[in-house]
């Protein structure tokens, strides 16, 4: 069946350091991606999203890079900071009628 | 209020009891939708409304799982008979239009505890 999943589950970071979270993904007519930063006891919060048209975009201290030959999904957040500790959740959507497929979930921990 | 609101944030209850859980979505979006988050776990899509259109319950884990929209505002999801793996936190999102390519805003869930 088709999946959405990420390569590891938690990930800690030094402040100030770049991250970068990686996702998988098996469905190749996906074609809408979304990162949500969940904090512990809330919502999942809008990060980024981004095309199957597009590669790259770009926000305010993130990025989300696209690669549709290897379907790799990854979130680069610059410079980390203490409020970056979240856990992270890459989603995919393949269409019309379709829903947004959630991953598993990544832990960002960022060490003072 | 500007964000999706949820109601109770937390619900404790005993297996075999019913429970109502309400989300207010934002105002002037027609779409709507319910996910339920087992711990350390991802979404798990449980339904969807969009306008007037039928919803879309393809989620719903069992016919004990059930939700109702009124308009394009509040919607409540009922769980009869709950049971231990019903434990959960539900979240509720809104979207504008329910385009496939559109963001979800979420409320901050209810966590639900079945004793």
């Known amino acids: 069946g088709e999946s959405v999943g990420l390569h590891l589950p938690t990930l800690s970071v030094q402040e100030g350091d770049n991250s970068i979270i990686n996702c998988a993904y098996s469905n190749s007519a996906s074609d809408y991606f979304i990162w949500y930063k969940q904090e512990s006891g809330k919502g999942p919060q809008f990060i980024i999203d981004?095309?199957?048209?597009?590669d790259k975009r770009q926000g305010q201290r993130v990025t989300v890079l696209l690669n549709k030959t290897v379907k790799h999904l990854s979130l680069q957040i610059a410079a980390t900071q203490p409020g970056d500790s979240a856990v992270y959740f890459c989603?995919?959507?393949?269409?019309?009628?379709?829903?947004?497929?959630f991953g598993k979930g990544i832990t960002l921990s960022v060490r003072p | 209020g500007a964000g999706v609101s949820q109601s109770p944030s937390n619900k404790v209850t005993e297996k075999g009891k019913d429970v109502e859980l309400r989300c207010d979505p934002i105002s002037g979006h027609t779409a709507l939708y319910w996910y339920r988050q087992r711990l350390g776990q991802g979404l798990e899509f449980l339904i969807y409304?969009?306008?007037?259109?039928?919803?879309?319950k393809s989620g719903l884990p069992s016919d004990r799982f059930s939700a109702e929209r009124t308009g394009e505002s509040v919607s409540t999801l009922t769980i009869q008979r709950t049971q231990q793996e019903d434990s959960a936190v539900y979240l509720c999102a809104s979207s504008p239009l329910g385009g496939w390519n559109e963001k979800l805003f979420f409320g901050s869930g209810t966590q639900l505890s079945v004793l």
């Open positions: 409304f969009q306008g007037n259109s039928a919803p879309d």
């Open positions: 981004i095309r199957s048209n597009m």
């Open positions: 989603a995919e959507n393949s269409g019309a009628n379709s829903k947004l497929t």
